[in-house]
Each structure stands twice: as structure tokens, then as C-alpha cells.
């Protein structure tokens, strides 16, 4: 296995934040959003994620896992590397059913393992981090189409630099794709709205109280300003 994997165990923590927070967003757009996930919330018990160095890591992991012994059952393999979403997103998704001799009342539930390389982690946690600050619902495609166009133009461009498949709707040829994701990253004013958000996450990492337990962080990308209230 690549040495250079991280795993991370989540146990259904994204699900959970996501009924939460943004399935309040979504019902504004269409109800089966919401439908969905209760549905893949109610048979997932848990997961895991593994990031590797690269697209070939992750189809060599994957065949690993096609060759072990594991004793869970594979039910469904998603690939999102060989099919990209609309949406830009790749990755591979293998869901098992759990299966054990000694605990087999968890034997009809699913684990889902989320395998990516470090280039489409960095573009899953850049839509993640962009949609929280925008308060838009980015990572379900549900959002303003500047900023969705954007990221789905940055997977293609992630998809040419990996030499996989190429993400649906955008240009076959790199100089347009390159051009396109200029012109989008002027309009939305990436590169100053990035390192807004990433200045505003430092102040708030920043010596604090241990009594303050919530921050208000102001962000004024015209003037390049921030300001930060203690509640």
C-alpha cells in the first residue's frame, strides 16, 4: 500500500453535518436532495477515506482491495476517476456489505471507503471550504452557476494535469479550458476571495480565550479587510 496514504475514519460524521446544515438549503431546490440521503443515511453505518499521491495510486489501490481476502461483500463500485462528474468532482467510491461470523446483526448494513489522490482531495476540500464561506451548497451542484462552473473548469483542468478521463461539459482543449477558468477567476475574484479565507482561518487560530467559544469573522473582499467578535 502507498506509504504516503492517510486514511481518516469518519463514521458518517459528513452525513450527519449534512441532514443538519445543509439539508435546509437544499429543500429550497428539490425535495429528492434531501430523500437521498435519509436513504443512504439510514443504510451506511459508516466509512473511510483514503488519499494517495496520485490517480495511479488510487486505481492500484483499488485493485488491492479487489484482490484481498476481505470478508465483507462488495456491492457497488463507483468510479468517478474513469467517469467524472458534471460537477468536477473524481474520486472512487467502493460500498461493501459488512459481513462477520461473530456480529451479525450489522450484516445487512453498508460501509462506503472513498478513495482519492491528493489532487482531487484538494479540489473536494476547496468546493467544501468555498461553499461554507459563500453559504452555498457546493459540493451537492447546488449553488450559483459562476461558482459551479468554475470548480467543474478546475476538475477538468486536475483531470488533463492526472491524464484521466475528462470531466463532462468542459473544453477538450487545455488552452480553452485554461482560458475559461482565467476568465471565471477574474469575475468571481478567486485568488483575493482564497486568501481571504484563508487569512480569516489563521485569526481565528490566533491567541484566544479560553472562555470565548464562538467568533464572528467579517470579511470585506472590496476592501480587503476583516475584523474579527468575540459572542
Known amino acids: 500500500m502507498d506509504q504516503t496514504m492517510i486514511a481518516k475514519v469518519f463514521v458518517n460524521i459528513e452525513r450527519v453535518d449534512f ?6 438549503q437544499i429543500h429550497a431546490y428539490n425535495q429528492q436532495y434531501i430523500d437521498t440521503i435519509l436513504i443512504l443515511k439510514t443504510f451506511l453505518i459508516g466509512g473511510c477515506r483514503a488519499i494517495v499521491s496520485s490517480a495511479h495510486g488510487v486505481s ?3 485493485e488491492s482491495y479487489a484482490e484481498s481476502d476481505l470478508k465483507h461483500i462488495p456491492q ?3 468510479n468517478y476517476i474513469d467517469n467524472p462528474k458534471e460537477s468536477g468532482y473524481r474520486g472512487v467510491h467502493l460500498i461493501y456489505r459488512y459481513h462477520s461470523d461473530r456480529r451479525q446483526d450489522y450484516n445487512s ?3 462506503e ?3 482519492r489522490s491528493q489532487f482531487q482531495h484538494a479540489w473536494a476540500t476547496a468546493v467544501e471550504t468555498v461553499g461554507a464561506f459563500v453559504k452555498q451548497a457546493l459540493k451537492s451542484s447546488l449553488g450559483e452557476q459562476e461558482w459551479l462552473r468554475f470548480f467543474a473548469l478546475m476538475g477538468g483542468a486536475l483531470a488533463f494535469k492526472e491524464n484521466t478521463a475528462p470531466v463532462p461539459g468542459t473544453p477538450n482543449a487545455y488552452p480553452d479550458l485554461v482560458k475559461e477558468i482565467k476568465e471565471y477567476a477574474r469575475s468571481l475574484e478567486v485568488s483575493t476571495r482564497l486568501r481571504a479565507f484563508a487569512a480569516s482561518l489563521q485569526y481565528y487560530e490566533g491567541a484566544q480565550s479560553k472562555k470565548d467559544h464562538y467568533y464572528l469573522i467579517e470579511l470585506n473582499n472590496a476592501q480587503r479587510t476583516r475584523e474579527r467578535h468575540r459572542l
Open 113 to 115: 471507503m472513498q478513495l
Open 60 to 62: 492500484s489501490l483499488c
Open 109 to 111: 448494513l453498508k460501509i
Open 76 to 78: 457497488q463500485t463507483d
Open 19 to 24: 441532514l443538519g446544515v445543509e439539508a435546509r
